[in-house]
């Protein structure tokens, strides 16, 4: 788990290439919301982070871009694997 940390990222990764990497929402959200403001996109944002399966998950990422599709667009990074 990470937070823009690309060495890191790169040298886990060569380490143990099976590994699944994840980044920590709360940090991805306080680099989001300087960009991105608002009560409603931040409920939303953490909906779709404790989702419990793909179905709700998906659900709370089509919520974000009916709000703001630039926000929605904001996770389209590969440094933010929000995966959709």
């Known amino acids: ?5 690309k060495g890191l990222i790169r040298e886990v990764k060569e380490l143990f290439p099976s590994t699944e990497h994840r980044n920590c929402v709360r940090h991805m959200y306080q680099n989001f919301r300087g960009k ?8 939303l944002v953490w909906k779709a982070s404790t989702a419990s399966n793909t179905v709700m998950f998906k ?8 709000e703001d599709k630039e926000a ?3 996770f389209n990074h590969s440094e933010r694997p929000f995966e959709s």
């Not at 788990?1 to 940390?5: G, K, P, T």
């Open 59 to 66: 659900r709370s990422m089509e919520k974000i871009k009916q």
């Open 1 to 5: 788990m990470s937070d823009r940390q």
């Open 36 to 43: 991105n403001k608002g009560k409603t996109l931040k409920d």
């Open 72 to 74: 929605r667009e904001w």
